[in-house]
C-alpha cells in the first residue's frame, strides 16, 4: 500500500485531479490517498495558502499528486509551487515532451524532455522595488545546482538511450550566471563521452524548436527559459492539456501537469485530464510500477489515437468525464 498526497488546486484541478485518481484506482493499485489542498480557493475559505496539514501530509508521505495552483499576477502572494519546490528542494523539474499519433501536429518525430532547474536562476523570488520607476529581481545561479540538475539530464539520457543532451544558456549576454550554468553542462559532459552535448543559445533554440524539433532528445537549462520552453513544447505537440511533469528531489517527489489552473474553463467539464493523468503515470513509474504506468500510457494513447471521446482542445467534443471514462474502458492491466 503506498501513501500519496493528492492535492486537487485551483480551477480546473479538482476535475483532472479526479480523472487521474480514477484512472490510476482503476490499474488495481493499493493507495491510500491522504487528500488535502492549497491554494487561492483555501486562501479564500481558510485565509491561509498551505495549510499545515499539507505540509504534515507531503512530509509524511514524500510522494504527491497535485493539481495546479493559480498565483495572482503582479501583486498578491508568492507561487507555492516556487514554494513547494524550493522548500522540499526539489530541484529536478523533467517533462517528457511526446507526439501522441492521432493528433496533428507540424512535425512527427517529437520525443524529448526537459530538464527545468527548479530551484533557483530568476525565480529565486529576490525582487526589489526602489521607487514607483525601478525594480530589480535578482538572478542566482550556483555550481551546486547546475551540476546536479545537468547530471540527471545526462544519466536519464545514458538510462534511456538518449544520443544527445542539450544545454539552453543566454551565455553570450549573462557571462556569469548562465557562464556558470553552461560550464556545469560541460564538466558533466565530459563523463558521458558517448553523448553529445549541444550548446544552444535559448533565443535560437526557440526557433529551433518552431522548425526542428526532431533535432532534440534531452534538453537542461535553467529555471525561466525551462518554463517558457515547456510551454513551447507543449504547443508542439498539441498544446497544454498533453504535457505531463514531475518535480524530483532526493527525498521526495511532486508529480504535476505543465499547463495552469485554466480559469477560463474551471468548472466546466471541458478540460482535458491528459497531461495530470500522464503526471499519474509518471508517478507509478516512480514508484516502480511499470506495467500499470505503462497501460496508463497506452490506454491515454489509445482513446486519443481513437478519436471518439476527445475533448475540445484536441479537436473533439467530448466532457473531461466522458474522455476519463473512454481511457478507463482502454485499460488493460497485464499481471
Ligand atoms: P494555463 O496553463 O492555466 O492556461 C493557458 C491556456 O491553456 C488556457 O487557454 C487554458 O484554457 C488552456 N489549458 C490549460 N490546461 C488545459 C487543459 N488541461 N485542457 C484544456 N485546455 C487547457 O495558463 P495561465 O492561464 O497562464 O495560468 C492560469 C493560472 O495557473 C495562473 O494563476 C498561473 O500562475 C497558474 N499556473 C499554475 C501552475 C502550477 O500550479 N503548476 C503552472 C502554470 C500556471
Redesign the pocket.
Known amino acids: 500500500m503506498y501513501g500519496i498526497t493528492l492535492i486537487p488546486?485551483?480551477?480546473?484541478?479538482p476535475e483532472?485531479i479526479n480523472s487521474a485518481k480514477q484512472i490510476i484506482d482503476a490499474t488495481g493499485i493499493n493507495i491510500n490517498w491522504d487528500i488535502v489542498n492549497a491554494?487561492?480557493d483555501v486562501y479564500r475559505e481558510k485565509g491561509v495558502l498551505v495549510p499545515d496539514e499539507v505540509y504534515k501530509s507531503i512530509e509524511k508521505n514524500k510522494i504527491v499528486l497535485?493539481?495546479?495552483?493559480?498565483?495572482?499576477?503582479g501583486c498578491g502572494f508568492r507561487?507555492?509551487?516556487v514554494l513547494l519546490r524550493k522548500k522540499y528542494d526539489l530541484f529536478a523539474n523533467i517533462r517528457p515532451v511526446k507526439k501522441i499519433s492521432g493528433i496533428e501536429t507540424p512535425f512527427e518525430n517529437i520525443d524529448l524532455v526537459i530538464f527545468r532547474e527548479n530551484t533557483e536562476g530568476l525565480y529565486s523570488g529576490i525582487e526589489k522595488q526602489y521607487d514607483d520607476d525601478r525594480a530589480e529581481a535578482i538572478k542566482i545561479i550556483t555550481r551546486q545546482a547546475s551540476m546536479r540538475i545537468a547530471e540527471e539530464a545526462f544519466i536519464y539520457a545514458k538510462k534511456n538511450n538518449k544520443k544527445k543532451v542539450a544545454v539552453v544558456h543566454k551565455a553570450n549576454i549573462m557571462k556569469l550566471t548562465d557562464g556558470l550554468f553552461l560550464d556545469c553542462a560541460r564538466i558533466v559532459s565530459e563523463s558521458f563521452p558517448d553523448i553529445e552535448l549541444q550548446e544552444v543559445i535559448v533565443d535560437n533554440m526557440c526557433m529551433q524548436l518552431a522548425m526542428n524539433p526532431s533535432k532534440y532528445d534531452v534538453i537542461v537549462t535553467t529555471n525561466l527559459y525551462g518554463d517558457i520552453l515547456s510551454?513551447l513544447c507543449a504547443g508542439l505537440v498539441g498544446?497544454?492539456?498533453l504535457v505531463p511533469?514531475a518535480n524530483i528531489g532526493k527525498e521526495m517527489a511532486v508529480f504535476?501537469?505543465?499547463?495552469?489552473?485554466?480559469?477560463?474553463?474551471a468548472g466546466e467539464n471541458?478540460?482535458?485530464?491528459?497531461?495530470?493523468i500522464l503526471s499519474g503515470a509518471m508517478m507509478l513509474n516512480y514508484l516502480g510500477e511499470i506495467k500499470k504506468s505503462k497501460a496508463i500510457v497506452d490506454a491515454v494513447h489509445k482513446t486519443i489515437k481513437d478519436g471518439k471521446y476527445i475533448?475540445?482542445?484536441l479537436g473533439g467534443s467530448s466532457s473531461t468525464i466522458d474522455m476519463t471514462e473512454a481511457i478507463i474502458r482502454n485499460l488493460k492491466i497485464e499481471e
Open positions: 488546486g485551483d480551477g480546473i484541478g483532472v491554494g487561492a497535485k493539481g495546479p495552483i493559480t498565483t495572482p499576477i507561487s507555492i509551487n510551454d498544446g497544454l492539456g511533469g504535476e501537469a505543465v499547463h495552469g489552473s485554466a480559469p477560463d474553463i471541458l478540460a482535458n485530464p491528459t497531461a495530470v475533448t475540445r482542445d
